[in-house]
């Protein structure tokens, strides 16, 4: 099934933010470069383009390189993929950080937009929970944070400090507090960001004990508030690169994120291409609009001990008994909304069942036994990630309590030092220096430091080709100076390190078939509450539903 596709007309007078942040040059990543310039390029010709602005990365434009190789790139060479850094240069493109965010809010064509546009946010970036809130532990995914643009040579982790953290995180409340004062008719967001689903969050709130939400402002999301999302890679031409943030932009323009070339008509609103992106993504996401959101969370309260009912005719066991038993319910009612949703849900469980044959005895359960499938799926992914951590605690080990000393000691000695100067400098200038100012503290962190410094020397193929055989290096000096300890503690730091891949791998594959099931799961709850709310006949709950349908029809 496709979802309604065409050419759409120019609208002279919304405004339209394309934002790609990227944090820093060790996570900015090929395909946000391509989707964010695609999805810009493509807009210049839909909309007025003096109403389009974009901000993406390190600001770099064809006239200006303040921030030179900003964006990390994997090219394979017979099988052996190759770290390069370059330059992602974007027309009229500025630095993607927090002053130049505000300032676009701020600004008087968005303070004094006409209140019958419409403002257009297009976000592929990175996100993630706030890392330093005080409710974290009432409400750790309430004020989830699109990742901005935030680089201070030579190595930065805007992940562990507070003030850099405030630095690159645009919370949902400080977007909501920069959005509450323009005046437009709808604002309407696409977000690709991990965690991305909390910013429904920017609509949909809570009124007394009941889910309330603003009409004026509405959007689609990659994936759950809880959760990561696919399609972020530096390798475009790999399997990895799947997922909502391409199928979207795709479907929204037309063209390949790839090479550009066009593929279709594109889509005649932003609600179109999420549906079709929906049925097009298979990966961990899982997409949801705004009235998907709300919805959710009347499913939460319909299914909670103390529900209670605020409609004359209906007590609390009837609601919830209507709610459990929805599939008798949907049958009789005749709502096209509803049923083009359903519709949608069916051609993606169709798709997941041909990928994973027992997704079709899972979708046949009652919704209580698919949540504790569910849940104890993620308990055993716990124990396998419990189990990673215990690796990655074991390769930290020998690097910094054996190898790093060890190799120290060597790297840096004047006379007689199996390296030359250069590799000398990277030994002292990289590897000594993130140990030395604690900034490495997991193997997974290794990369984004290696590229930040890979940036910096412009792709030194001397560096590149060090770091590749680092270890043999270190290794056959150990043999061939009986250092047996160093050279042991090499032969167990590959082994370990081979075995986090491969854990990881398992645990990835079991995540994508956790999340499959659990998008069966919490489209069947959004239908649940939907048809509850039909047949009970809540019309303030209805009318914010159709509202927020009203809004996401408007893009």
């Known amino acids: 099934m496709m979802f309604l596709l065409g050419i759409a007309p120019l609208y002279a007078n919304q405004q339209i933010l394309v934002l790609s942040g990227g944090d820093n040059p060790g996570l900015n990543h ?43 790139k994997l090219i394979n060479a017979e099988d052996d993929k190759q770290d390069v850094m370059f330059t992602g240069i974007i027309a009229n493109n500025q630095q993607a950080n927090k002053l130049n965010i505000n300032t676009f809010f701020l600004s ?22 706030h890392e330093f809130q005080e409710s ?23 992940f562990i400090n507070q003030n850099n953290f405030n630095t690159v995180c645009l919370s949902k409340n400080e977007l909501a507090s920069l959005l509450s004062l323009i005046p437009s008719q709808y604002i309407i967001f696409a977000m690709s960001q991990c965690y991305s689903g909390g910013f429904h969050q920017l609509s949909v709130t809570t009124q007394g004990r009941y889910p309330t939400a603003n009409p004026r402002i ?31 932009t795709e479907w929204y323009t ?20 999420h549906q079709n992106a929906v049925i097009e993504d298979m990966t961990v996401d899982i997409p949801l609009a705004t009235s998907d959101y709300y ?5 939460k309260l319909f299914s909670s001990k103390n529900f209670k009912s605020r409609i004359k005719n209906y007590n609390n066991q009837a609601i919830q008994s209507i709610y459990l038993n929805y599939k008798r319910g949907f049958l009789s009612i005749n709502n096209h909304d509803l049923l083009q949703f359903i519709n949608m849900v069916q051609t993606s469980e169709n798709k997941i069942i041909q990928l994973m044959p027992e997704a079709r005895d899972f979708a046949a359960l009652p919704l209580n036994e698919q949540e504790e499938k569910i849940k104890t799926m993620e308990e055993k992914l716990e124990q396998q990630e419990q189990k990673l951590t215990a690796i990655w605690e074991g390769m930290m080990n020998l690097t910094l309590h ?13 006379l007689n030092s199996p390296l030359n100067a250069k590799q000398q400098v990277f030994e002292k200038e990289f590897y000594q220096a993130i140990i030395k100012e604690n900034l490495y503290i997991k193997p997974y962190q290794f990369d984004m430091y290696y590229l ?10 001397d560096l590149v080709a060090y770091k590749k055989n680092r270890n043999t290096i270190i290794y056959e000096w150990a043999i061939n100076n009986k250092n047996f300890m160093l050279a042991n503690a090499i032969i167990n730091w590959n082994i370990l390190n081979k075995r986090q891949q491969a854990l990881s791998e398992k645990i990835a594959q079991e995540e994508k078939q956790k999340q499959w099931l659990k998008r069966i799961l919490t489209y069947h709850q959004i239908i649940a509450a939907w048809v509850t709310l039909l047949t009970i006949q809540d019309e303030k709950a209805l009318n914010n539903l159709d509202d927020l349908l009203k809004c996401q029809n408007a893009s």
């Open 30 to 72: 090929y395909t946000q470069y391509l989707q964010t310039k695609i999805l810009y390029e493509y807009l210049l010709t839909r909309f007025s383009p003096q109403t389009v602005t974009i901000y993406f990365g390190g600001g770099n434009n064809l006239t200006s390189q303040p921030v030179p190789f900003d964006v990390h």
């Open 108 to 129: 008087s064509k968005i303070q004094q937009i006409n209140p019958r546009d419409n403002l257009l946010l297009f976000i592929s970036d990175h996100g993630m929970p």
């Open 136 to 158: 974290n532990s009432i409400n750790p995914y309430g004020n989830n944070c699109i990742d901005l643009w935030h680089y201070q040579k030579p190595f930065i982790n805007n």
């Open 218 to 248: 509405c959007g689609f999301t990659a994936s759950t508030d809880d959760h990561y999302a696919s399609g972020c890679t530096a390798d475009a031409n790999g399997a990895t690169y799947q997922g909502y943030e391409r199928s979207f």
């Open 254 to 273: 037309g063209h390949s994120v790839i090479d550009g070339r066009k593929i279709r008509d594109p889509a005649k609103t932003m609600f179109a291409a």
């Open 295 to 299: 919805l959710l969370q009347w499913a």
């Open 402 to 414: 054996v190898i790093m000393p060890s190799w120290q000691e060597i790297a840096n000695q004047t």
């Open 452 to 461: 930040q410094y890979l940036s910096e020397k412009q792709n030194d193929p």
